[in-house]
């Protein structure tokens, strides 16, 4: 067993800020990733999906508009207690529409890497988070 207490934030490549997790690199599990994520207020993830695995997330606090799709042509809202799955390879992108609230959840994914790929054809968000 290994414990893994929370750390400090940093950038995820995708735009959201992580914080800890559990992972191939952190843990040296095999077969599941997990982690809480923060979306600042008025921010949003750059468009992107995940290659090879299902994700699972679940909020812990405030919202966030989800759109999704080969265009993004899809949206619904996330609030405290909600779960939705996301298949391999579907695009999506995550915005807080609070100005002063941040987002929290907590992913799962049935690989133990982060895989995040960025979808260069999108338009790039009116406010993203550096990294």
């Known amino acids: 067993m290994k414990v893994v207490k929370p750390g400090a934030d940093r950038d995820v490549p995708?735009?959201?800020?992580g914080g800890s997790e559990i992972s191939q690199a952190t843990t040296g599990a095999q077969n599941i990733y997990m982690a809480?994520?923060?979306v600042p207020p008025g921010a949003q993830s750059r468009p992107h999906y995940h290659e090879n695995c299902e994700s699972a997330v679940y909020m812990l606090s405030g919202s966030?508009?989800?759109k999704w799709g080969d265009r993004l042509e899809h949206e619904l809202m996330l609030e405290p207690?909600?779960?939705v799955?996301?298949?391999p390879r579907e695009t999506h992108v995550l915005e807080n529409v609070s100005?002063?609230?941040p987002a929290e959840y907590v992913v799962a994914r049935d690989s133990p890497l982060?895989?995040?790929v960025i979808v260069?054809?999108?338009e790039a968000p009116r406010t993203s988070i550096p990294g």
Do not use: H, K, T
């Open 64 to 66: 966030l508009r989800v």
């Open 120 to 122: 260069p054809w999108a």
């Open 14 to 17: 995708r735009g959201v800020v």
């Open 99 to 101: 100005d002063s609230e």
């Open 85 to 87: 799955y996301v298949p």
């Open 114 to 116: 982060e895989d995040a």
């Open 81 to 83: 207690r909600d779960l």
């Open 36 to 38: 809480v994520f923060r």
